[in-house]
């Protein structure tokens, strides 16, 4: 299976990865100045362009120069997959139009991934993740005190990475039936909008929606939450039902908490109190020692620097070599070539493509 991809940042070459950890062969077309992640930080010498490009090739070519166009589309033609993050409106632009180009090859699929989706009225508005969780209602939920809650890792762009990736098997396998492909069109605000189907299900029926740190899963229950340690770090209580609640407390010596915890109001808030003082009493490594084996539901609030270190995640292979961490799809090796430099492979897939060595020439 052949993809080309014509995206940037995170959300497109993250889609891509996951592609190719499934066995596709994978062209990353970048302009003469590169992707942009290739120089960002933290070490501004591509670390984060190596994590979502590795096993890919990359081939350079300004798509403003004569010809560079007409070399995409025979790059194309040995395509299964396109991939493009652009505008709406950018592909039309470059001569390389949605419509024209299912026309041209007609077993082509097509993703679009963009921001606001090919369609409706914010379908050109720029954006950036924040902004696409602040859209879909993610922020207001994770938030106490009215504040909304900046998140940590990109919701958005990984969420549709995995809707993008969703729509093109789905197109694979209709391709399989009917010969021909299509165009999946992939909004990343729409994405942020499925981490809130718990909330969103209710609202939409005309529900009233708990405010931020008073529901069931966001901090409302003192069963379910953070605690910190003597040593500021964190225990992350998800005991939620109160079968694990009840096993928590009685390994922490508390007696039975279960009424006044799962009751609201003053009671509640009481046994939280409870908590964070008992938690606070030890340090991190203290508490995972003293909660071993206890099938409760709760967990270290891990650094990223310590997840590489879980032995657990590591058995399940998904830290298979230093500095790689693999999809989470266990349906064979990850591709294990490193991320390609930039233009690394751009004379042998022109050659591939049928383009004469003067052709290249002109391009490069």
């Not at 090739?57 to 993050?85: M, N, T, Y």
């Not at 009481?270 to 967990?299: K, N, P």
């Amino acid at each position: 299976m052949r993809v080309l991809d014509l995206t940037r940042l995170a959300p497109g070459p993250y889609a891509t990865l996951i592609l190719a950890d499934l066995g596709a062969e994978v062209v990353k077309l970048e302009p003469p100045e590169g992707d942009a992640t290739r120089a960002m930080p933290p070490g501004g010498a591509g670390e984060l362009f190596a994590a979502l490009n590795r096993g890919k090739r990359s081939v350079v070519l300004d798509l403003k120069r004569p010809g560079a166009v007409e070399a995409v589309r025979r790059i194309l033609a040995r395509c299964d997959v396109l991939v493009e993050g652009f505008r709406p409106g950018v592909m039309d632009r470059l001569g390389l139009g949605h419509a024209a180009l299912l026309a041209a090859f007609p077993r082509l699929v097509v993703c679009a991934l963009s921001g606001f989706g090919q369609t409706g009225p914010d379908r050109s508005r720029a954006g950036h993740d924040l902004g696409y969780a602040a859209r879909a209602g993610l922020l207001a939920m994770g938030g106490r005190d009215g504040a909304p809650a900046m998140p940590g890792p990109q919701i958005a762009d990984v969420g549709g990475a995995w809707v993008a990736v969703s729509g093109v098997l789905a197109a694979l396998l209709e391709r399989a039936t009917t010969g021909r492909g299509r165009l999946v069109d992939v909004s990343l605000v729409e994405s942020a909008t499925s981490f809130a189907a718990l909330h969103l299900g209710p609202a939409l029926l005309g529900f009233p929606v708990a405010p931020a740190g008073q529901g069931m899963l966001d901090g409302g229950l003192p069963s379910y939450g953070l605690y910190r340690t003597a040593d500021d770090r964190w225990l992350a209580v998800a005991a939620l039902e109160p079968k694990f609640f009840e096993a928590l407390c009685e390994r922490l010596g508390l007696g039975d908490l279960t009424a006044e915890a799962y009751g609201g109001g003053e009671g509640a808030e009481r046994v939280r109190a409870l908590l964070v003082r008992t938690f606070a009493g030890a340090s991190l490594a203290t508490w995972q020692e003293r909660l071993s084996g206890l099938d409760a539901c709760v967990e270290p609030v891990l650094l990223p620097e310590e997840v590489r270190g879980d032995a657990h995640l590591g058995s399940r292979g998904l830290f298979p070599q230093p500095g790689v961490l693999a999809t989470p799809l266990h349906l064979g090796p990850p591709a294990a070539a490193p991320a390609p430099s930039l233009g690394e492979h751009t004379r042998g897939v022109l050659s591939e493509a049928g383009l004469t060595p003067a052709e290249i020439d002109a391009l490069t």
